[in-house]
Each structure stands twice: as structure tokens, then as C-alpha cells.
């Protein structure tokens, strides 16, 4: 027997065993964020009377600071995995597929920097962004 495997039976790609995994990571990350959601709708509620000062309190709470954090992450985290299977089943030439795979990585990465860089800030109680930026 080749060490490659057949890759079609009769015009049906086979399963290369490796999907399990991912789809379970998937599931998880998707129950992960149930709660996580419940949380946001029921703060995104309780912030919309509470003006700019309540909004400041809110970030400064360390939950509420965490679960934030947490919630953008593991949306990240689902983002990333979601437009991985995309790319996998649509786009056929290894070398374009790589490549946006690696480019959705990437931004999944600055997203998740950038977003937690500005929760800690609001969190410890810094302006929202950096002296020099901005009006």
C-alpha cells in the first residue's frame, strides 16, 4: 500500500481524519459563548441609561473587565475556526488557501491584541487611547 491515501472514491473526496477535532473545538467555543452572550446582551441592557461615567465604572469593574476580554477572544477564536472551514471548502489552490488561512490568522491576532490592549486600559483607568492619538 502507497503511503498516500486516495483523496477521491469514485468523485467523493474522503475524510483526511482530521475534522473531528475541529469540529469539536467549534462546539465548544460556540457553548462558551452562549453564557458569554447572555452576559453582554444583559450589560449592553444595564449601560444604556448609565451615561459615560456609569460606562467608565462598568470597564473598571475587574468581572466585567475579564468577561469582556474572555468574550472577545473566544469570539476570535470561533471567527477564526468559522472562515478556516470556509477558505478549506471553497478555495482549491494550496498556495491560496495557505495564504488566506495564515492572513485570517493574522488578523484574528491584531484584533485580539488590540482589543485586549483597550480593555486593560479602560480597565486600569487610562484614556482609550494613547497620548498623540486622536482629536
Known amino acids: 500500500m502507497s503511503l498516500q491515501t486516495k483523496s477521491y472514491i469514485k468523485g467523493v473526496k474522503v475524510s483526511e481524519r482530521h ?6 473545538q ?13 452576559w453582554g446582551l444583559w450589560s449592553g441592557w444595564v449601560l444604556s441609561g448609565a451615561g459615560y461615567d456609569g460606562a467608565l465604572a462598568w470597564f473598571r ?3 466585567n473587565a475579564i468577561l469582556l476580554a474572555t468574550t472577545l477572544l473566544v469570539t476570535l477564536w470561533h471567527m477564526n475556526m468559522g472562515l478556516k472551514v ?3 471548502d471553497y478555495i482549491h489552490k494550496p498556495m491560496s488557501r495557505n495564504a488566506l488561512v495564515g492572513l485570517i490568522g ?9 482589543g ?4 486593560v486600559r479602560l480597565a486600569l483607568g487610562s484614556a482609550p487611547l494613547p497620548a498623540g492619538f486622536g482629536a
Open 86 to 88: 470556509i477558505v478549506d
Open 61 to 63: 469593574s475587574p468581572v
Open 19 to 24: 475534522g473531528a477535532g475541529e469540529w469539536l
Open 26 to 38: 467549534e462546539r465548544l467555543s460556540s457553548l462558551i459563548l452562549v453564557p458569554l452572550t447572555v
Open 106 to 114: 493574522l488578523l484574528c491576532v491584531v484584533l485580539a491584541a488590540a
Open 116 to 119: 485586549v490592549f483597550f480593555i
